[in-house]
C-alpha cells in the first residue's frame, strides 16, 4: 500500500511567506577575477568588462539605493577583492548607514591578514565564499588554479575566527555550485566545510552559461542531482543541524515529502528566504535588461530569473507553486528537455 501524498500548504501559506522582505541592493563593480572557473558565467569577458566601477559612480549607486530604502548591499564580481576601491565602498555604505554589507567572494585573497583586517576595519559584516569542493583535487580542477583548496581553507579559518570574535555580526557562509563534477560529493563537502567552523552552507543549481557551455558533463540532470540532495536534508536533519539551503531547482522536481511539510520547505528551499534583492551591474550598451541610467542597469534579481533568464513550460500555469518557482534556466531544456517537469496540481 502507498503511503498518502502529504498535504501541501495551501496558497495564503505560500504567499504570506516567499522570501525575507529586507530591502537588499547587490552592486557589481566589474567582471575582472583572480579564478578561471569551469562554470563561469561569464567566459572570458571582454576587455572594456574587465575595468572596474569608478568610485564616484559606486558612492552614487549607494547613495540612490539608500535613498530608496536599501540597508543591506553587497558587493559583487568577478571578484570584489580585486577590486582596489572596495574598502573605500565598505566604509562608506558604513558612513552612509548599510547595517548589511556583504561580499560574495572566492576569498583567496582574505587569506591575507592585512586585508582581511582593512575590510573588517572598513565595516564588512558578512561574507559568502565560493567553494565548490571539499579536496583539493575538485576544487582545484573547478576553479583552474592550482592552490586554490588551500588558500580557500586558509581564508575560511581566518573568517570564522572573526566571526567568533564578533566582527562579522551577520555571518560567513559557503555557496557551492552544483555541478556534474562534484554532486555525488555534496555530503562530503558540507561535512567539510561544517568542521571549519562553518554554520551556513546554500547549494545553487549551475547556470550553464559562459565556459560551462563547452563541458556537458557539467550539468547533470535534476533527477540525477535531487537523490543527493535530500540525503545531504537529512544528514543535517537529524545530525548536523546547521543552516543549509538549496536554490535554482524547479519546484516540481522536489519531492513532496519537502514541498508537503513546510517546516522543511521554508527552512531548505532557498527561493522562500532570498532577499529581495535589487542589482546594479555595468550595461553600458543595456545588456537586456529594462533600465540603463549613466551607464549601470538596475534590475530585480528575482524578477530578472523569472521573466528574462529561466522558462516556464505551458503546464507551469496550472502548478500551485508558479508565484514561488522561478522556473528552468534555458541551456538545461535544451540539454535535457521537458520531461522531468510537471505542474504540481
Not at 555534496?186 to 547549494?203: E, Q, T
Not at 508565484?323 to 528552468?328: A, D, L, P, R
Request: charged share 25%.
Amino acid at each position: 500500500m502507498s503511503a498518502p501524498t502529504p498535504a501541501l500548504p495551501d496558497k495564503a501559506q505560500l504567499f504570506e511567506i516567499q522570501r525575507d522582505r529586507r530591502p537588499n541592493v547587490e552592486i557589481n563593480v566589474g567582471k575582472a577575477c583572480n579564478n578561471k572557473c569551469v562554470f563561469c558565467l561569464d567566459g572570458l569577458p571582454k576587455a572594456e568588462d574587465r575595468s572596474y566601477i569608478k568610485i564616484e559612480t559606486m558612492k552614487e549607486e549607494l547613495e540612490r539605493f539608500y535613498a530608496d530604502g536599501a540597508r543591506s548591499v553587497g558587493f559583487l564580481g568577478g571578484e570584489p577583492t580585486t577590486y582596489p576601491k572596495l574598502p573605500h565602498a565598505i566604509a562608506y555604505a558604513r558612513e552612509l548607514g548599510y547595517t548589511r554589507i556583504a561580499i560574495a567572494t572566492n576569498a583567496t585573497r582574505l587569506r591575507l591578514e592585512h586585508y582581511l583586517e582593512r575590510v573588517l576595519d572598513a565595516g564588512l559584516t558578512r561574507v559568502t565564499v565560493s567553494s565548490h569542493g571539499h579536496t583539493a583535487a575538485l576544487e582545484d580542477r573547478l576553479t583552474r588554479v592550482p592552490g586554490n583548496f588551500l588558500k580557500k581553507q586558509q581564508a575560511l579559518k581566518l573568517l570564522v575566527k572573526a566571526r567568533d570574535a564578533g566582527r562579522l555580526r551577520d555571518n560567513v557562509s559557503v555557496n557551492i555550485v552544483v555541478n556534474g563534477w562534484n554532486y555525488k560529493v555534496l555530503p562530503r563537502m558540507l561535512k567539510y566545510f561544517f568542521s571549519l567552523g562553518i554554520d551556513d552552507v546554500r547549494a545553487n543549481f549551475i547556470r550553464t552559461e559562459g565556459y560551462a557551455t563547452e563541458e556537458a558533463s557539467l550539468t547533470p540532470t535534476y533527477k540525477q542531482v535531487v537523490p543527493v540532495l535530500v540525503k545531504t536534508v537529512l544528514l543535517n536533519e537529524f545530525h548536523w543541524k546547521k543552516n543549509f539551503t538549496f536554490g535554482g531547482f524547479p519546484m516540481c522536481v522536489l519531492p513532496l515529502e519537502v514541498l508537503g511539510n513546510w517546516r522543511l520547505a521554508q527552512r531548505y528551499v532557498g527561493e522562500f528566504r532570498d532577499l529581495d534583492t535589487s542589482c546594479s551591474i555595468r550595461a553600458e550598451n543595456g545588456d537586456g535588461v529594462a533600465k540603463v541610467d549613466g551607464g549601470r542597469a538596475r534590475f530585480n534579481w528575482q524578477d530578472r530569473k523569472r521573466y528574462d533568464l529561466k522558462h516556464h513550460l505551458p503546464t507551469c500555469q496550472d502548478c500551485r507553486y508558479s508565484h514561488v518557482c522561478e522556473g528552468v534556466w534555458g541551456y538545461y531544456l535544451g540539454a535535457h528537455g521537458e520531461r522531468e517537469f510537471s505542474a504540481i496540481p
